[in-house]
T-cell receptor, first 113, second 115 residues
Framework: AQSVTQLGSHVSVSEGALVLLRCNYS??????LFWYVQYPNQGLQLLLK??????LVKGINGFEAEFKKSETSFHLTKPSAHMSDAAEYFC???????????FGAGTRLFVKA | GAGVSQTPSNKVTEKGKYVELRCDPI?????LYWYRQSLGQGPEFLIY????????DSGLPNDRFFAVRPEGSVSTLKIQRTERGDSAVYLC?????????????FGSGTRLTVV
């Protein structure tokens, strides 16, 4: 069965600092992996995705993530945090064999001025 | 429409009452999903429609929950005999294909509060 673990329910960084949000997954087959961002009172917005091919994927707003099969990880990074990055971030996995995409519990990112 | 529309945005109901939550997907999107997001948790899968039919309803928690999509566009999630534990944000998402590689477009959700 698929599952997603996001390490750290809350992450706080200073403006301009590196953002690192951790995600580990389990899947019996090569997975599709996603990061979504949720701003207050809004729906989830797709940030980036990995399906096949290049393991380093770039998304919107300067975010990127790297698929590491050996570590079953898909961590999200951004070199320099901006105040507008404050939101909740969800990692998700779909193994392509069924109809579900499974979401992690989320990591709330705080950005300090 | 331009995005996924969910109505109402907020719903307060008394325990034991019946509620209907509506989802208007992006025009032409054949795949439609319902998720439930409880406080402090990630979205939890409820049901998936491909066209008019429910292809996977394994996430519905019990027989009080039911969803329809009679014409392959608008979907309604129906909850009978609501309980306080049903309080959550109900999210709808759609996709142009059943291929989950594309990811989903989510609506803003309906916040259901059962008092």
């Amino acid at each position: 069965a698929q599952s997603v673990t996001q390490l750290g329910s809350h992450v706080s960084v200073s403006e301009g600092a590196l953002v690192l949000l951790r995600c580990n997954y389990s899947s019996s087959v090569p997975p599709y992996l996603f990061w979504y961002v949720q701003y207050p009172n809004q729906g989830l917005q797709l940030l980036l995705k990995y399906t096949t091919g290049a393991t380093l994927v770039k998304g919107i707003n300067g975010f990127e993530a790297e698929f590491k099969k050996s570590e079953t990880s898909f961590h999200l990074t951004k070199p320099s945090a901006h105040m507008s990055d404050a939101a909740e971030y969800f990692c998700a996995v779909s193994d392509g064999g069924g109809f579900k995409t499974i979401f992690g519990a989320g990591t709330r990112l705080f950005v300090k001025a | 429409g331009a995005g996924v529309s969910q109505t109402p945005s907020n719903k307060v109901t008394e325990k034991g009452k019946y509620v209907e939550l509506r989802c208007d997907p992006i025009s032409g999107h054949t795949a439609l999903y319902w998720y439930r997001q409880s406080l402090g948790q990630g979205p939890e899968f409820l049901i998936y429609f491909q066209g008019t039919g429910a292809a996977d309803d394994s996430g519905l928690p019990n027989d009080r929950f039911f969803a329809v999509r009679p014409e392959g566009s608008v979907s309604t999630l129906k909850i009978q005999r609501t309980e306080r534990g049903d309080s959550a944000v109900y999210l709808c998402a759609s996709s142009s294909t059943p291929d989950r590689r594309e990811g989903y477009t989510f609506g803003s959700g309906t916040r259901l509060t059962v008092v």
